[in-house]
Antibody
Framework: QLQLQESGPGLVKPSETLSLTCTVSGGSISSSSYYWGWIRQPPGKGLEWIGSIYYSGSTYYNPSLKSRVTISVDTSKNQFSLKLSSVTAADTAVYYC???????????WGQGTLVTVSS | DIQMTQSPSTLSASVGDRVTITCRASQSISSWLAWYQQKPGKAPKLLIYKASSLESGVPSRFSGSGSGTEFTLTISSLQPDDFATYYCQQYNSYTLTFGGGTKVEIK
C-alpha cells in the first residue's frame, strides 16, 4: 500500500525558505503513471495546490506561487521536495504531499505537516 | 485560470436528511471533477471522480452528477460519520483548483 510522509521543520522565520521532503514507500516514485504534488491548507481555510512534479523532473506550479516555489525529485531516495522562499505568516499552513493519478486525482495523501512562519 | 465556487459554505442538517452541495466552474471542465471529504485533523479522502464515479469503498449514499460547469454532490441519507467538510476539485492543463469547501454540520 502506497504511503507518503512529509518531513521538515515545523517553524520557519519570516523571509526565510521553507523546505519539506516527502518520502514515498510501498511504491516507486518513478512510475510513469503518476505525478507527485504538494497541497497546503492554512488553519481553518481551504485547500490550495502548490505544484506538481513528474519523475523525470517536469514541474508545474500554481501561478500565484510560481515565483517562490521549487519542487524537485530524487528518484534514488524515492523522495520529492518543496522549497518555498521568502515566507510570511500567510504561508503558515498544513502542507500535504500526495500522488496525482489520472486527471490528477489526488490519492493517496500524506498525513500533513504543520509549518508555522513566525519569528 | 479556472475558478471553482462551492455553495453553500456551511450546511446544517440532521441524520437521515438528503444533502446536496453544488460546485460551479468558471469555464467548462467536461466531467473532470472530483469530490473529497475532510474530517478535522485528517487529510482529505477521495469520494467521487469524473463527476459521478464512486471511489472504491465509498458508501453508495454518496453520488455525484453534472458536466460542463455545474456539478452536485448528494448524500442520500446523512449519517453521523458524514459530518465533515467537502471539497470539489478540477484538473485542467496541468493545474489543480479546489472549491472553497462546504462544511456539513449537525442541526
Amino acid at each position: 500500500q502506497l504511503q507518503l510522509q512529509e518531513s521538515g521543520p515545523g517553524l520557519v522565520k519570516p523571509s526565510e525558505t521553507l523546505s519539506l521532503t516527502c518520502t514515498v514507500s510501498g511504491g516507486s516514485i518513478s512510475s510513469s503513471s503518476y505525478y507527485w504534488g504538494w497541497i497546503r491548507q492554512p488553519p481553518g481555510k481551504g485547500l490550495e495546490w502548490i505544484g506538481s512534479i513528474y519523475y523525470s523532473g517536469s514541474t508545474y506550479y500554481n501561478p500565484s506561487l510560481k515565483s517562490r516555489v521549487t519542487i524537485s525529485v530524487d528518484t534514488s531516495k524515492n523522495q520529492f521536495s518543496l522549497k518555498l522562499s521568502s515566507v510570511t505568516a500567510a504561508d503558515t499552513a498544513v502542507y500535504y504531499c500526495a500522488r496525482l493519478g489520472v486527471q490528477w486525482l489526488v490519492r493517496p495523501w500524506g498525513q500533513g505537516t504543520l509549518v508555522t512562519v513566525s519569528s | 485560470d479556472i475558478q471553482m465556487t462551492q455553495s453553500p459554505s456551511t450546511l446544517s442538517a440532521s441524520v437521515g436528511d438528503r444533502v446536496t452541495i453544488t460546485c460551479r466552474a468558471s469555464q467548462s471542465i467536461s466531467s473532470w471533477l472530483a469530490w473529497y471529504q475532510q474530517k478535522p485533523g485528517k487529510a482529505p479522502k477521495l469520494l467521487i471522480y469524473k463527476a459521478s464515479s464512486l471511489e472504491s469503498g465509498v458508501p453508495s449514499r454518496f453520488s455525484g452528477s453534472g458536466s460542463g460547469t455545474e456539478f452536485t454532490l448528494t448524500i442520500s441519507s446523512l449519517q453521523p460519520d458524514d459530518f465533515a467538510t467537502y471539497y470539489c476539485q478540477q484538473y485542467n492543463s496541468y493545474t489543480l483548483t479546489f472549491g472553497g469547501g462546504t462544511k456539513v454540520e449537525i442541526k
